[in-house]
């Protein structure tokens, strides 16, 4: 018998991959190797939706063990890889085993990256990216009333409005000068942040954390670079992620912060495909380009598994994200690096707008608040290649979809 | 339990349990039926979980709130009276025996 496709890492993007084989007619057999004890999950809820009580865990699951069985996926959770050897097409497991591969597939994901404190190590400091995390900062919550969330990313302000919600007292600190500086214009900084205020959240910019201050190992505050402290008995962490690249550097894969792929999620290694977090995609300009979202987990999981099956099925959506903080839910649509202008349409004080980022005439992305129509339609536009005017993404009056139903212009850049 | 009746894109239907309270979206990404992709997870985010609901199932279900509707108004396959997003709408024991059909496309 020959040997399985092997895909390490059951999160979102393993699962896609070994799902895509099927559906795409891989007939052998696909062994799927999770380091959790637990099946696949989706994790956007977990600082979310799960942490605020609003489904239990049972829900999170993508799939059943049967529904997995059904698909003749041999899922194997609780399953290390230690090394890969990619001349002879074997894998060896923690426990010393070793496994043939006919195709691999590095789905390894990222890990939070650690606090570089004194005092990190304490009981009541958390990152948030797994399932267990989230059980644990769940049960540390309902045991405190004051909360500390280090970094003011997508991670930690979704904590922070959940903990908020929950009536506890929540500290946010922020090394840069505004919040989610790394992902939204300064304009939605700034609604966040009165956001968050006005939710009686206290928002520190531009701060530097020096230590975790605690007793008898248990956390019991955080202090600040310039003196100040700030009491806590739980500390969360959110100061983003490392990708898992070490295996595949480890074998001689190519890695560049991330295991290095081709828009069809192929490695340097033949028979080695690579997608979702762990990755690093080099376009076809020869930029870098790292995305950390679903949507990528998902994409790049199906070119993966066209890969392995020979065929080319570039991921070639724009990006796309979202965001769920109190009532306000961020969808965002196309990159905005190297826009020169951004227009409004609709009305921050109503919580309700988009905001429209423009190169010259060509619209790159489109942030949406409490507008998922606007959403929704942006990422048509963008993938059609097509903009409205800034006049026109500006005057509410303005039909958005008749941009879709023009004829396509004649040349495309 | 609730037994609802998944139809998907090939036609193929799934009888399945779905725990009371736990949305139509959730029963069908558990069971692995095919034609529902559900990318969000369930936020209402994504708009790949578009189904069609029983006729007579409709006055059953709350209807869609601004936002499902602002949503179900792109979705990639046909939108009809019937369209739901599936994340949205939850297992009762009034929609036992329904039949939520899948579109061709989610994305």
Same mark, same amino acid.
């Given at each position: ?46 600082? *979310? ?5 609003? @489904? ?45 591969? &006919? ?9 939070? +990256?650690?606090? !570089? %404190?004194?005092?990190?190590? %304490? ?37 922070? $409005? ?13 090394? $840069? ?19 968050? +205020? ?5 928002? &520190? ?54 295991? %290095? ?34 949507? $990528? ?16 099925? !570039?991921? #070639? @959506? ?10 306000? *839910? %961020? ?9 020169? +202008? ?36 942006? +990422? ?7 903009? !409205? ?23 495309? #850049? | /339990? ?26 069908? /990404? ?5 034609? /529902? ?33 602002? /949503? ?36």
């Amino acid at each position: 018998m020959s040997a399985p496709i092997v895909i390490v890492g059951a999160g979102q993007s393993g699962l896609q991959v070994a799902e895509s084989l099927r559906s795409e007619g891989w007939e052998g057999g696909i062994l799927l190797l999770g380091e959790e004890a637990v099946p696949p999950y989706h994790r956007p809820p977990l600082s *979310k939706a799960y942490l605020a009580g609003k @489904a239990e865990e049972a829900q999170l699951f993508i799939r059943s063990p049967e529904a997995l069985a059904k698909k003749r996926i041999d899922f194997r959770p609780g399953s290390r890889v230690a090394a890969l050897d990619i001349a002879r097409q074997t894998l060896t497991l923690a426990d010393g085993s070793q496994l043939d591969y &006919e195709g691999l597939a590095l789905a390894t994901g990222a890990r939070n +990256r650690a606090l !570089p %404190l004194p005092g990190a190590e %304490l009981d009541g400091v958390f990152g948030l990216r797994t399932l267990d995390d989230t059980r644990r900062i769940a049960d540390a919550l309902a045991a405190t009333e004051a909360v500390v969330v280090i970094g003011g990313g997508f991670i930690g302000l979704e904590f922070a $409005a959940v903990a908020a919600a929950q009536g506890k007292r929540v500290t946010v600190l922020e090394a $840069a000068e505004r919040l989610m500086a790394r992902a939204v214009p300064p304009a939605l900084s700034d609604f966040y942040l009165a956001l968050h +205020r006005a939710h009686g959240v206290r928002v &520190e910019l531009g701060v530097s954390v020096a230590a975790v201050l605690g007793e008898q190992g248990r956390a019991h505050g955080v202090r600040c670079a310039d003196g100040r402290e700030f009491e806590a008995g739980l500390v969360v962490a959110g100061i983003g992620v490392l990708p898992n690249d070490e295996l595949a550097a480890a074998a001689g894969i190519a890695c560049d912060r991330g295991i %290095l792929v081709d828009a069809c999620s192929r490695t340097s290694a033949p028979n080695v495909v690579a997608s979702g977090d762990c990755t690093v995609t080099r376009l076809e300009d020869g930029s870098l380009r790292r995305l950390e979202s679903v949507q $990528a987990a998902v994409e790049q999981g199906k070119s993966a598994a066209a890969a392995l099956l020979g065929r080319e099925r !570039p991921f #070639s @959506a724009r990006p796309w994200f979202w965001s769920d903080q109190y009532e306000v *839910k %961020l969808q965002m649509a196309g990159l905005a690096a190297g826009a020169d +202008r951004s227009v409004l349409r609709g009305s921050q004080e109503a919580h309700a707008f988009s905001l429209f980022h423009y190169r010259g005439e060509q619209l790159l992305a489109v942030d949406s608040l409490n507008q998922p129509q606007v959403h929704m339609l942006s +990422r048509r536009m963008l993938d059609a290649g097509r903009s !409205p005017t800034p006049a026109q993404a500006a005057d509410s009056g303005f039909e958005l979809n008749t941009v879709l139903a023009t004829p396509a212009p004649a040349t495309s #850049s | /339990m609730v037994m609802i009746t998944y139809v998907e894109p090939n036609g193929g239907r799934q009888e399945i349990d779905v725990p009371e309270g736990w949305s139509l979206m959730q029963g069908a /990404m558990s069971n692995g039926v095919d034609g /529902m992709e559900a990318e969000c997870g369930g936020s209402c985010a994504c708009a790949t979980c578009h189904c069609y609901i029983d006729e007579a199932a409709l006055a059953l279900i709350p209807p869609a709130a601004d936002n499902e509707a602002a /949503m179900l108004e792109n979705v990639v396959a046909e939108r009809r009276p019937t369209s739901r997003l599936a994340c949205q709408v939850k297992a009762t024991a009034a929609l036992e025996g329904i039949l939520v059909e899948l579109p061709a496309a989610q994305s």
